[in-house]
Antibody, heavy 120, light 110 residues
């Protein structure tokens, strides 16, 4: 069975940085593009970033461009999101989502999410 | 902000049919397939419909979807209490070079 397990969330002060992780299992990790999607408290879903299976191509939402870096370690089947210069509006549950195949495809599996709270 | 527009809420009694609209543009729904996600209270989103009108294994055929031009819609027939959830449309956007989600619709079973 496909499993995605996010970790690394927590309480961070404004201006701080954090790295989120997503450990994947149950599929050949390097064959699939992966994504981060976030959801602020009581709000809708917002795509944050995506990365190709090889890691050679990355995509970012305009709201996060320049402040975050997506990466992956295919040897460890793990996806990462480094977020810098954190603001209160970055407070959200961050979900890891597997793409069916290529970067433009739908998200067929989601993790349970990790909560990032930005507050002083 | 969301690029795809959905009504904030929809409701019906058990057994009724509910329809949710999703309005986009030429760069997203007009050019790429539409997918729908269901988010039950307190849980992660789940794929409900993909490639405009395909249901993953395990999704009841009460859920159907269609699209035309720059709009899409999701229909729930024979509404059941367990269908109370938030529903989101989504698509790839060629102009933004990224995925876009709808604003989300909360379905309430009266």
């Amino acid at each position: 069975d496909v499993q995605l397990l996010e970790s690394g969330g927590g309480l961070v002060q404004p201006g701080g940085s954090l790295r989120l992780s997503c450990a994947a299992s149950g599929f050949t990790f390097n064959n699939y593009a992966m994504n981060w999607v976030r959801q602020a408290p009581g709000k809708g879903l917002e795509w944050v970033s995506g990365i190709s299976g090889s890691g050679g191509t990355t995509y970012y939402a305009d709201s996060m461009k320049g402040r975050c870096t997506i990466s992956r370690d295919n040897s460890r089947s793990t996806l990462y999101l480094q977020v810098n210069s954190l603001r209160a509006e970055d407070t959200a549950i961050y979900y890891c989502a597997k793409t069916y195949n290529s970067y433009w495809d739908y998200f067929d599996y989601w993790g349970q999410g990790t909560l990032l709270t930005v507050s002083s | 902000q969301s690029v795809l527009t959905q009504p904030p809420s929809a409701s019906g009694t058990p057994g009724q049919r509910v329809t949710i609209s999703c309005s986009g543009s030429n760069s997203n729904i007009g050019s790429n397939t539409v997918n729908w996600y269901q988010q039950l209270p307190g849980t992660a989103p789940k794929l409900l419909v993909y490639s405009n009108n395909q249901r993953p294994s395990g999704v009841p055929d009460r859920f159907s979807a269609s699209n035309s031009g720059t709009s899409a819609s999701l229909a729930i027939s024979g509404l059941q209490s367990e269908d109370e959830a938030d529903y989101y449309c989504a698509a790839w956007d060629d102009s933004l070079n990224g995925h876009v989600f709808g604003t989300g619709t909360k379905v309430t079973v009266l």
